[in-house]
């Protein structure tokens, strides 16, 4: 994603930059000196870095301390409202990636950073809203649409075949031909470089694909057929226990307008 050189050089806690981009752009590995926190006012980007992928549904954002590389896919065309920030600025920050879920208030303070003047004043109006987000960002509650990966190249191997083929019955034996061990050693080795199971990690891949794909438009009933549910209801039933809501409700919440707002005057990325 695009990135000034003022955003990266200034000495304020915040900086904050916004910008446009089509579906399929894929900006490849890199870090940044700050931590950034990368809110989807709109679109349905995939941020991957060494542990793993996030899925940043619109009304979401993904935490990322300064130096994680990371490459960031956009599934569809997003909206995406960048707040680069010194993480010493406030104590409490994340100390790792997450996704995040975004108040309506931590929405509208965004909003207001993209008009915020690059050098404002420290003590004052501009200086207590940047303030204010940090002190949200810490409170924020995390959502699990995070898919850790392994790193053993036969695991992974089976990780983008499970990926493919999400609707397929899973088949452990067949699995550990591809990866070229026995069950019980690629069992064991699964989760000691994931912390799941095969089968827990092949749920947690249906329920964060499921999202990205309600999240493009498609209904209940096509996403849960198109990551191998049986019925939208056992599907709907998943979603709730993992994520506290129904599917519906979640996807409501991702589909609030962004207002009109004075972005169109900010300082161009």
């Known amino acids: ?85 010194d993480d010493h600025a406030v104590h409490g920050l994340p100390p790792a990636p997450r996704v995040i ?58 990780c983008r075949f499970v990926l493919s083929n999400l609707a397929e019955s899973g088949d452990l034996d067949a699995w550990a031909d591809l990866a070229g061990m026995s069950r019980r050693t690629m069992t064991r080795l699964f989760r000691d470089e994931t912390g799941l199971s095969l089968g827990a990690w092949r749920q947690q891949a249906r329920l964060v694909t499921a999202c990205a794909r309600l999240s493009e438009g498609c209904s209940v009933a096509q996403a849960a057929c198109e990551v191998g549910y049986d019925s939208p209801s056992a599907f709907t039933a998943l979603f709730q226990r993992v994520f506290g809501t129904t599917p519906s409700l979640y996807m409501r919440h991702a589909a609030v307008a962004e207002p009109a707002s004075r972005e169109a005057t900010a300082p161009a990325a």
């Open 1 to 85: 994603m695009r990135c000034s050189l003022t955003a990266q050089a200034t000495r304020r806690p915040v900086a904050a930059l916004s910008d446009e981009y089509p579906a399929g752009f894929l900006d490849p590995r890199h870090r940044h000196g700050r931590a950034q926190l990368l809110f989807a006012a709109a679109g349905v980007m995939i941020i991957t870095t060494d542990d793993g992928s996030w899925i940043v549904p619109p009304q979401r954002a993904l935490w990322l301390p300064a130096g994680t590389e990371h490459e960031v896919l956009c599934r569809s065309a997003v909206s995406l409202r960048t707040l680069y920030v």
């Open 101 to 158: 879920e975004v108040s309506s208030l931590l929405r509208a303070l965004i909003l207001e950073a993209m008009t915020v003047d690059p050098d404002y004043a420290v003590d004052g109006r501009d200086g207590r809203i940047m303030r204010l987000i940090l002190d949200e960002i810490c409170q924020e509650p995390m959502t699990r649409l995070f898919l850790p990966m392994p790193d053993n190249p036969r695991l992974l191997r089976v």
